[in-house]
């Protein structure tokens, strides 16, 4: 495809008489995905006809297939989805526990959950706000790694940028015992964002520790709940979630909830990755 604004003139080959023809054009991609002759080419023949040559035919099914596998590989290209979530801390274990006695007609499933975090070896991360995670969950049934990025709170209302991918548990215990084994996982998107956006090179990566977390799920008027207790070595902190693309609209309905029934919160001000950072729990 040759741009309408081009000012190159075109280049003329004339060839003699040939029984064959192999030509190469080198193609130049630019920004809008597409590919470009680097200069214009025409082909004049002296009135000769080459032998064993036919102009091949138009085929859409491989212009489809071409499109579709270059869709395929800008997908990966897109930013990762936002994760939007209420957050409401809740004061000490007694408040937790009204709560979850209150919740527990709709009680699904209740999870163990043990978070372990990694940064580059000179806080690459951690110094642009990004948080890289291996969740462990139920003795380590299913495991997943996830980056989180560009976080922003404000009145109890979370906006993170989220990835994720599974990830099978024996590696991801091997990651925690050797972090650099992270370098030689090339088939993970979200280690070769982290590369490439972060700039984590050949020193590699180090884990910073973690904590665990036990997450009760309720449905509730069509809500996912999740109600937390997370172990901290310097405490335990006590927080309901939901995800919501309408998070206004949940947080009115768990407010009123709360108040209804007399259960103290405070809107989170702080991610649990925030808290573990700083040593300390919030005051209330």
Known sequence: ???SGSNLKPNPIIFSAQNHLTMSLRLIPNSGHSFH???PTFLRFNNHRLRGFSPPKHNPSLSLRAESSARERFSNL???PMEVEVKLRLPDSSSHQKLSDLLSPHHIKTHNQQNIFFDGANAELSSNLAVLRIR????DSHCVLSLKAKPVISGGISRIEEHEEPLEPSIG?????EPNRMQLMEWSKILERVKKEYGIGREGFVCLGGFRNVRRVYEWKGLK???DETIFDFGRNYEMECESEEPERVMDLL????KENGIDY???EASKFAIFQSGKLPTF
């Not at 215990?173 to 015992?177: L, T, Y």
């Not at 407010?255 to 709360?258: K, P, R, Y």
Request: hydrophobic share 40%; glycine share 8%; with cysteine.
């Open 37 to 39: 002759l680097r200069r």
């Open 255 to 258: 407010e009123g909830f709360l």
């Open 173 to 177: 215990r091997a990651c925690v015992a």
């Open 136 to 139: 462990f969950y139920d003795d």
């Open 78 to 80: 897109k930013e990762p």
């Open 1 to 3: 495809m040759i741009g």
């Open 225 to 227: 709940l999740e109600l």
């Open 266 to 268: 405070s809107y989170s």
